[in-house]
């Protein structure tokens, strides 16, 4: 029998038990080995590994209304059929696929004198007290670094103001 014959004749559990296994030995966290588990479990539960087209997948995959869940099982499902192709030498349906959009996260803008309260709050106190901790993260969203927050909390409260 050729590698080939012989991947044809594995079962959904047979599959997800080689392709966890090898994740194993790879060596990946086990938070990674549950997401595999789970993604690509239901993935085999449903559909035929070695007869899914491209389509099917994309079918399978329009079943996941958030964009973020959908990308998850994407990567799963592209992980493993790599992963199927490197080990049993079998064609991928996804070689071309690409992977769907994520929706960007925008963060809520901060006015100039939102900002000014936040560094204001820290050196009024000298420290981010209680009160200002919940301040402080919404500084840390709006600040890229901390190197630039540094530098933000130490211009001088009369130099800030003089920009106005």
Known sequence: MEVQDIAN???A?????????????MEVSPGTLSFYRVKLGRFLSELNADTAKRQDIEAFLLNFKNPGNRHAYYRA???FYNWR????????????MKAPKLSKLILPSRSREEVLTLIDCHLITGRWSLCCQANYGLLK???P??????ICISIRLDALYSLS
Request: proline fraction near 5%; charged fraction near 20%; charge should be positive.
């Open 9 to 11: 004749t594995k079962t």
């Open 85 to 96: 192709m490197e080990t049993f030498r079998l064609p991928s349906p996804m070689q071309h």
């Open 145 to 150: 670094n901390n190197k630039i927050l540094c």
């Open 13 to 25: 559990e047979e599959y997800l038990h080689l392709f966890l296994q090898s994740r194993q030995a």
């Open 141 to 143: 969203l709006i600040v």
């Open 77 to 79: 499902i592209k992980t």
